[in-house]
């Protein structure tokens, strides 16, 4: 064997102008030197000066402007890329010319997942059956079991089964309330990340719900409502996404413990469940259906994409589930 794949690596076809989100929103894009030198190249003096004005140098490494919101100085109004749309693909830089594909080798596998912050690969976790496949020796692809997956199997069906069992359990009023305290507290420290990094786009309605005070009865009656929902329609996409992050985490981090992995797998579903009751009871007004897809792109740029962001919202998800 020489690598293992999620499923949707062989059918990915990005959506392009179709796309309601902006795929490098948020980030801080790197042009690397052989990028810098190729842009340096391009023989249309008009657009070759018009990203090389949009890149600037801080700390010896090369990154491009970014305007309002983390958007990309050089996206058009319509969401696409300026460079790509009057060259080619080929021409992009490398973070940019890979995306959403996840590529990384380890003890001697080729590991290859996709980022949930592409709304394609977000829809395959919310209504699609994770799969796996694996790559041997002469390219041949075929599937594979999740207790065949090397080193990190064990874990993943461990995990998967206390996810389950947490889904399907039905809780007392008082778990409830626990949980309520649980969210608030978690939400608050959230909140503080997102105020003191002024890149992050903030997803309307995310903690609103924890802005008016609520009797005890009120919060039994709703969670326990929301909880019934999530059991009957979205217990697949929580499962879909425990196994997914725990792959792909281990795919970015191969060497991280465990334990750490579990707590920033599950604080992130935990964060997932709670933007989703918020907008449940917000947005939807506790009548409509959940964004699920839109939750997890979400969730997953504040977590994975936001690096500074992302080790703070780390630590509090060790401190508050470990």
Same mark, same amino acid.
């Given at each position: 064997?020489?690598?293992?794949?999620?499923?949707?690596?062989?059918?990915?076809?990005?959506?392009?102008?179709?796309?309601?989100?902006?795929?490098?929103?948020?980030?801080?894009?790197?042009?690397?030197?052989?990028?810098?030198?190729?842009?340096?190249?391009?023989?249309?003096?008009?657009? %070759?000066?018009?990203?090389?004005? *949009?890149?600037?140098?801080?700390?010896?490494? %090369?990154?491009?402007?970014?305007?309002?919101?983390? #958007?990309?100085?050089?996206?058009?109004?319509?969401?696409?890329?300026?460079?790509?749309?009057?060259?080619?693909?080929?021409?992009?830089?490398?973070?940019? #010319?890979?995306?959403?594909?996840?590529?990384?080798?380890?003890?001697?596998?080729?590991?290859?997942?996709?980022?949930?912050?592409?709304?394609?690969?977000?829809?395959?976790?919310?209504?699609?059956?994770? +799969?796996?496949?694996?790559?041997?020796?002469?390219?041949?692809?075929?599937?594979?079991?999740?207790?065949?997956?090397?080193?990190?199997?064990?874990?993943?069906?461990?995990?998967?089964?206390?996810?389950?069992?947490?889904?399907?359990?039905?809780?007392?009023?008082?778990?409830?309330?626990?949980?309520?305290?649980?969210?608030?507290?978690?939400?608050? *420290?959230?909140?503080?990340?997102?105020?003191?990094?002024?890149?992050?786009?903030?997803?309307?309605?995310?903690?609103?719900?924890?802005?008016?005070?609520?009797?005890?009865?009120?919060?039994?009656?709703?969670? +326990?409502?929301?909880?019934?929902?999530?059991?009957?329609?979205?217990?697949?996409?929580?499962?879909?996404?425990?196994?997914?992050?725990?792959?792909?985490?281990?795919?970015?981090?191969?060497?991280?413990?465990?334990?750490?992995?579990?707590?920033?797998?599950?604080?992130?579903?935990?964060?997932?469940?709670?933007?989703?009751?918020? #907008?449940?009871?917000?947005?939807?007004?506790?009548?409509?259906?959940?964004?699920? +897809? #839109?939750?997890?792109?979400?969730?997953?740029?504040?977590?994975?994409?936001?690096?500074?962001?992302?080790?703070?919202?780390?630590?509090?998800?060790?401190?508050?589930?470990?």
């Amino acid at each position: 064997m020489k690598g293992i794949i999620l499923g949707l690596y062989n059918s990915f076809k990005c959506i392009a102008g179709q796309c309601n989100y902006t795929c490098c929103s948020g980030w801080r894009i790197v042009v690397a030197g052989e990028d810098f030198r190729r842009f340096g190249n391009i023989q249309d003096k008009v657009l %070759r000066e018009d990203i090389l004005s *949009n890149i600037y140098e801080a700390d010896g490494t %090369r990154y491009f402007s970014t305007k309002s919101g983390g #958007r990309c100085s050089m996206l058009d109004e319509d969401g696409l890329c300026r460079i790509q749309r009057n060259t080619g693909e080929e021409m992009l830089c490398n973070t940019c #010319r890979k995306f959403p594909r996840l590529v990384a080798k380890h003890k001697g596998f080729l590991w290859i997942s996709m980022a949930a912050s592409c709304p394609v690969t977000a829809d395959y976790i919310v209504n699609k059956e994770i +799969e796996f496949y694996k790559l041997g020796n002469r390219g041949d692809i075929s599937a594979i079991k999740m207790q065949d997956i090397p080193f990190i199997a064990g874990e993943m069906q461990k995990y998967k089964k206390v996810l389950e069992k947490d889904i399907e359990c039905k809780k007392t009023a008082q778990h409830y309330i626990h949980m309520y305290s649980w969210f608030m507290e978690i939400a608050d *420290n959230i909140l503080e990340i997102i105020i003191r990094h002024k890149e992050i786009v903030y997803l309307e309605g995310s903690f609103d719900y924890f802005e008016e005070e609520k009797s005890a009865l009120q919060i039994v009656s709703q969670f +326990e409502d929301f909880d019934n929902i999530v059991r009957e329609k979205y217990g697949r996409a929580f499962v879909n996404y425990l196994e997914y992050r725990i792959f792909s985490r281990y795919l970015e981090l191969p060497d991280e413990k465990a334990g750490e992995r579990f707590c920033q797998v599950y604080g992130e579903l935990s964060l997932v469940y709670i933007i989703a009751l918020n #907008r449940y009871f917000t947005i939807e007004g506790g009548n409509g259906s959940i964004d699920m +897809e #839109r939750i997890i792109n979400w969730v997953y740029r504040l977590c994975v994409h936001s690096l500074g962001p992302g080790m703070e919202i780390h630590n509090i998800f060790c401190n508050r589930i470990g």
